[in-house]
């Protein structure tokens, strides 16, 4: 039976754990965060133990979910690695490239899991969107939200843009070759070469009046126009989708379906959804898009 923690007392960490209480083959045992009546809060609604003492809560649980905000990412995720255990963190991975490249290393070098919380993989995986045989040539993206309190430190390129831009590196199947952007710290627009013909623009916004999520992906023989909110797409190409994917069990439950792979790859079952390595890649296009902005 794994003991399983949640760093980060808020709504995504309370997601975290009612996922890893449902889970078979693991127990909710902690819940940190560093104002102890919130974690109080979300550990008696679990049966867990509440911590706001990071050391206390580490050595309470074998794996533990990061749900903090961005900036603790890199210093709370490197503490648990070297503490042994296995390590889920919320997008992004961290909040700089070294820091994101050294919870990989410290995470090979114990011999433990880590996963990144990039959910939008698993709809894909769902849709079959991964297992086409042509690559892409164009990618259109677009996220909009509303204006919210959330995730103040950092900027909608690395809240928001990210989902889009960790699909489009498994799409092209490697990373960019360049950036161009312009935009604030709440909407950005970016274009994006992923080179060998394949190149995409990158819509993200934080201030706008209505949510939006949407993605057209262009192949040689056709497109599919996917919207996330619905969830549906339509697909213009000769490609077998799975048009009923919204109703599979992971496209009913994409982050219970993440949490899982996550489990299972602590136990020595297969890998994460999304691994410290591609958190890592998704990250650094990310801040390569931040640059290319200059806000």
């Known amino acids: 039976m794994f003991k399983a923690g949640v760093a980060g007392a808020g709504v995504f960490g309370g997601y975290h754990a009612g996922k890893y209480a449902s889970l078979p083959g693991v127990r909710l045992a902690a819940v940190y965060d560093h104002d102890l009546a919130q974690a109080q809060a979300m550990a008696q609604r679990f049966g867990a133990e509440a911590f706001d003492d990071l050391d206390g809560f580490l050595a309470a649980v074998d794996l533990v979910t990061l749900a903090t905000p961005a900036d603790t990412h890199g210093p709370i995720g490197l503490k648990a690695l070297a503490a042994g255990r296995h390590l889920y963190v919320e997008k992004p991975l961290a909040m700089a490239v070294a820091e994101g490249r050294?919870?990989?290393?410290?995470?090979?070098?114990?011999?433990?899991?880590?996963?990144?919380?990039?959910?939008?993989?698993?709809?894909?995986?769902?849709?079959?969107?991964?297992?086409?045989?042509?690559?892409?040539?164009?990618?259109?993206?677009?996220?909009?939200?509303?204006?919210?309190?959330?995730?103040?430190?950092?900027?909608?390129?690395?809240?928001?843009?990210?989902?889009?831009?960790?699909?489009?590196?498994?799409?092209?199947?490697?990373?960019?070759?360049?950036?161009?952007?312009?935009?604030?710290?709440?909407?950005?627009?970016?274009?994006?070469?992923?080179?060998?013909?394949?190149?995409?623009?990158?819509?993200?916004?934080?201030?706008?009046?209505?949510?939006?999520?949407?993605?057209?992906?262009?192949?040689?023989?056709g497109a599919v126009e996917i919207d996330f909110l619905a969830p549906s797409f339509e697909n213009r190409t000769s490609f077998a989708l799975d048009a009923a994917f919204a109703e599979t069990p992971a496209g009913r439950d994409p982050l219970g379906t993440s949490v899982a792979a996550f489990v299972a790859a602590a136990q020595g079952r297969g890998r994460p959804t999304v691994t410290g390595e591609e958190g890592a890649a998704a990250l650094e296009l990310a801040l390569q898009v931040e640059a290319a902005a200059s806000f």
Do not use: K, N, W
């Open 102 to 221: 050294a919870l990989v290393e410290a995470a090979r070098a114990a011999g433990r899991a880590l996963a990144c919380g990039h959910q939008e993989r698993v709809v894909f995986s769902a849709m079959g969107l991964f297992d086409l045989p042509e690559r892409p040539v164009r990618i259109e993206a677009v996220r909009r939200g509303l204006p919210s309190p959330r995730c103040r430190e950092v900027s909608c390129v690395t809240d928001v843009m990210i989902h889009d831009l960790d699909l489009a590196l498994v799409l092209a199947g490697g990373p960019a070759v360049g950036a161009q952007a312009g935009g604030s710290y709440d909407e950005v627009v970016a274009e994006v070469d992923f080179g060998g013909g394949l190149s995409g623009r990158f819509e993200a916004s934080r201030i706008a009046e209505r949510r939006e999520r949407t993605m057209r992906v262009e192949f040689p023989s």
